[in-house]
């Protein structure tokens, strides 16, 4: 008797093979991302993107500031009744604690702490302290010149501005020495901070004025130029630790809006199949990921080769993002 030839079979099993290799992703689900995001606006919490879990974050409706560091969400309320300035609150693992008050909250580097920046009033100077995210220890108040606007904090003190107009100056401040450590030049605006690396407009008479990455270490600045065929729409962004930058543009073909991700060269490329918000503002968060309005109602988690969309609680807005489960198994606050 003749031995059928065995090679149809195996042939068949490796284009079944093959095939589930490549629908693997789309078997497997949308991917694990171990981010949560931060809302606000008619309500306040954190959504983890994996689980869906809802984290209600009482004692707050809408703050005006919000800095998430580590596993902690650092809120900027509005003042109310008999507050001699906005208070600050701190979400945990357990309870909601405050810090005190403050009417500028800056995030401290490498996502150790908090500032806290009272504004001079009636000829008294501003006041500046740094505390950790959990409110239990702080450095002493340190006086602020009253001309300075502080608009982040770097290893080496404040990011602040002073001067108006085009003649304003962005210079990094040394608040318990109280001198200038490195002056960075003159600035329009400042856009964002991320690591070493500011984002700032410079000074023009007219049109858009030119974007420039700074880094803070040197003051060396670099102009950002976004991918061709596109303008930016909205304002370029570092990453935490400061190697890539992120921002939304919008396409000169057609006017819609994509998302530019880059080095801190300047360098920006355009992620393919993409659609964002216009003018939205990008967040990043752990994991090398990046989250962004797609809609009014919707987020987007993007990173290379994957994303996740994620439908926001009615009338909030997207305000900050970190690792899963912030601020830990917090369901109700209470002010301590």
């Known amino acids: 008797m003749r031995r059928r030839s065995s090679w149809p079979w195996l042939v068949a099993i490796g284009l079944m093979v093959a095939v589930v290799v490549q629908l693997w992703p789309s078997l497997a689900g949308p991917p694990t991302t171990g981010v949560a995001l931060v809302v606000a606006g008619d309500s306040f919490g954190s959504v983890d993107i994996d689980s869906g879990e809802w984290t209600n974050l009482a004692g707050a409706s809408d703050p005006s500031s919000v800095v998430v560091q580590g596993s902690r969400v650092v809120a900027l309320q509005q003042a109310g009744p008999g507050d001699l300035a906005p208070p600050v609150l701190t979400y945990g693992p357990e309870r909601v604690e405050r810090l005190g008050g403050a009417d500028t909250v800056v995030a401290g580097p490498s996502g150790a702490g908090v500032w806290l920046m009272l504004d001079g009033v009636a000829g008294f100077r501003g006041s500046a ?77 007219v049109g858009e004025c030119p974007m420039y990455v700074v880094d803070t270490r040197t003051a060396d600045r670099r102009q950002l130029a976004p991918p061709a065929g596109t303008v930016f729409s909205g304002r370029p962004v570092p990453s935490p630790d400061g190697s890539q930058i992120a921002a939304v543009v919008r396409r000169l073909s057609d006017g819609s809006a994509g998302l530019a991700v880059g080095t801190s060269d300047g360098s920006l490329l355009l992620a393919p199949d993409l659609d964002v918000q216009p003018g939205a503002t990008v967040v990043w968060a752990p994991g090398g990921w990046i989250a962004v309005p797609d809609s009014e109602r919707s987020v987007v988690l993007w990173r290379a080769g994957e994303s996740r969309q994620v439908v926001l609680p009615d009338g909030t807005r997207l305000v900050g993002a970190g690792p899963a489960g912030i601020p830990g198994t917090l369901s109700t606050a209470t002010d301590g």
């Open 129 to 205: 302290t740094y505390s950790n995210a959990a409110g239990s220890w702080r450095t002493a108040i340190f006086p602020m010149p009253r001309r300075f606007e502080v608009v982040g904090a770097v290893t080496e003190g404040l990011l602040v501005m002073s001067g108006r107009d085009r003649d304003r100056r962005l210079t990094i401040w040394d608040p318990g020495n109280e001198l200038a450590v490195r002056r960075l030049g003159f600035v329009g605006s400042v856009l964002a901070v991320g690591g070493p690396l500011v984002t700032t407009t410079v000074p023009c008479w």
